[in-house]
């Protein structure tokens, strides 16, 4: 059993920043495809943004060129950054782990609410 702890949720202004984080127990972490995703009020969950062990990264259109992905396997974390927030991106963010590599996310956090304001 895999768990996962996402951190780093807010409000900010459109045009700021913020860093989410993504903790996760167990040793085999490093094998791992960590993927985030959000799903905002009344909408379907929206793929985010996935790296893979070998931090091969993919990002969904509306964030490509905003929002970095990465990961620190020593602490087990997936860190997401996000600039030039926009309104639209206000949502509840969610972690996570496909660790069968398998295609199919296998854990998920509790998610943590990110809002922003125009």
């Known amino acids: 059993q895999v768990q996962l702890a996402e951190s780093g949720g807010g409000l900010v202004q459109a045009g700021g920043s913020l860093r989410l984080s993504c903790t996760a127990s167990?040793?085999?972490?490093?094998?791992?495809?960590m993927g985030w995703f959000r799903q905002a009020p009344g909408k379907e969950r929206e793929f985010v943004a996935r790296?893979?062990?070998?931090?091969?990264?993919i990002y969904g259109d509306s964030v490509k060129g905003r929002f970095t992905i990465s990961r620190d396997n020593a602490k087990n974390t997936v860190s997401l950054q996000m600039n030039s927030l926009k309104p639209e991106d206000t949502a509840v963010y969610f972690c996570?782990?496909?660790?069968?590599?398998?295609?199919?996310?296998?854990?998920w956090g509790q998610g943590t609410q990110v809002t922003v304001s125009s």
């Open positions: 996570a782990a496909d660790a069968t590599r398998d295609g199919a996310y296998d854990y």
């Open positions: 167990g040793r085999a972490f490093s094998t791992y495809i």
């Open positions: 790296i893979s062990w070998s931090t091969l990264t």
